[in-house]
């Protein structure tokens, strides 16, 4: 195949706005040149709907796990054993913490680690979701429980001194549709400042839609402007960015590039 590829590193097809057309959308998605979609679990419910989508397309594939704003205290992890050994499942996420709502810290803690405690024996890379708690994950991750597998900052949004942090301990970041958006400097000057063979390149659709989109239901094919805005932005060619991101992702989720 000698047009571009491009890979959608975190992806969410459970979405009910999706319940109509979904194949559609993914055929348009693989025609555009987006060839691997990683379609992300986030309870027990969704992990099972992204294995069962990776089964049906060869070229998406699925990760489990338990996200913070969704752990109660009766949360049982049980099913990730059982989910994480599935075939075409190819990460453990997304975890981490989110104290943008007022939800119980301690229990966001307690089940983050656990996961972390699971990926290791699993020997699955982890997704990390971060809102508004940059410090007790990297301490978490650098003291508490120290994963032995890659681990990836998805959809960034902190500051450049936790991308070099993040860095310095050899992990990945990937950027989302917001580093399209005009007012985004921040995530301008990290597009600029983190190594090509570190970043990954993702939509988190039906979220975060990229200009020129934004307001309309975000999906894969539109990874392509995520991938072009940080190709301007580091001064280089959109293939070269499109085959670095397609390439490192490759590499942390264990899938063959062909
Ligand atoms: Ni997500």
């Not at 020997?123 to 508490?144: F, G, Q, V």
């Not at 988190?204 to 072009?228: A, H, M, Q, W």
Request: aromatic share 12%.
């Amino acid at each position: 195949m000698n047009k571009i590829q491009y890979f959608d590193s975190h992806a969410h097809y459970d979405d009910k706005c999706f319940e109509s057309d979904l194949d559609e959308v993914l055929t348009n998605c693989f025609e555009c040149g987006v060839t691997k979609i990683v379609d992300v679990g986030y309870n027990k419910e969704t992990s099972i709907k992204a294995i069962e989508l990776a089964n049906k397309y060869d070229f998406v594939y699925a990760t489990v796990g338990h996200h913070p704003e969704e752990v109660y205290s009766d949360t049982n992890l049980e099913y990730i054993y059982e989910l994480g050994k599935k075939e075409k499942v190819v990460a453990l996420g997304e975890i981490g913490l989110d104290y943008h709502w007022d939800n119980d810290k301690v229990l966001q803690k307690k089940f983050f680690i656990e996961q972390i405690d699971i990926a290791n024996e699993l020997n699955l890379p982890i997704i990390i979701h971060n809102r508004e708690a940059d410090m007790d994950i990297l301490n978490i991750l650098k003291n508490e429980k120290k994963p032995k597998v890659d681990v990836v900052f998805h959809c960034f949004s902190s500051s450049g001194e936790i991308a070099k942090e993040v860095l310095k301990n050899g992990w990945y970041i990937s950027l989302s549709g917001t580093v399209t958006f005009k007012n985004a400097r921040n995530l301008h000057q990290i597009a600029y400042d983190v190594p090509l063979d570190r970043l990954f390149i993702e939509t988190d659709c039906p979220y975060l839609t990229p200009e020129p989109f934004r307001g309309k239901r975000n999906d894969s094919s539109k990874v392509i402007y995520v991938c072009n805005k940080i190709a301007e932005i580091k001064g280089l060619e959109n293939e070269i960015v499109a085959k670095q991101t397609y390439e490192n992702a490759c590499r942390f989720y264990n899938i063959k590039e062909v």
